[in-house]
């Protein structure tokens, strides 16, 4: 069941990060995002944590988004560029962490090279059976 809706979300997330249809032309590249773990936790009632992968190929961005959830991001290649609403848009480099409220939208995510991709580990803390991401509106 945990193995099925992390699978779940992670293919609602990739819906968010190709774009707002949901769909890009058959020729551009698509981030892939790999469910790692979905997990109830332990004295939080109604709380889960989901751990998911996300790699932008060169120039790949995300659409607009929001994810109603503490969102934590960990560079782990390349450099990323990332922005919530009213704050600072800020280039990441491996190592390098970035994080979203659950009332943050999230208006900038995408790899900062055409040339190199990226690769980012995200955590997620959000509700139990909750929408991975929302549109951002």
């Known amino acids: 069941m945990a193995a099925r809706h992390a699978r779940l979300a992670a293919v609602l997330l990739l819906m968010t990060l190709a774009g707002p249809s949901g769909a890009q032309p058959p020729a ?3 981030a892939k ?7 109830p936790l332990a004295g939080i009632d109604g709380k889960e944590g989901l751990m998911v992968v996300v790699e932008y190929p060169p120039g790949v961005a995300s659409a607009a988004h929001r994810h109603n959830a503490n969102t934590f991001v960990y560079v782990l290649e390349g450099s990323v560029v990332m ?3 009213g704050g600072q848009e800020m280039t990441l480099s491996a190592g390098q962490t970035f994080y979203e ?4 939208v999230h208006t900038v995510s995408r790899n900062a090279s055409d040339s190199k991709p990226a690769k980012i580990l995200v955590l997620l803390v959000k509700d139990v059976g909750a929408p991975v991401t929302l549109p951002a509106n």
């Open 28 to 30: 551009a590249p698509a």
């Open 33 to 39: 995002v790999t469910p790692l773990m979905t997990k």
């Open 83 to 85: 922005q919530v609403a």
């Open 101 to 104: 409220s659950p009332s943050d």
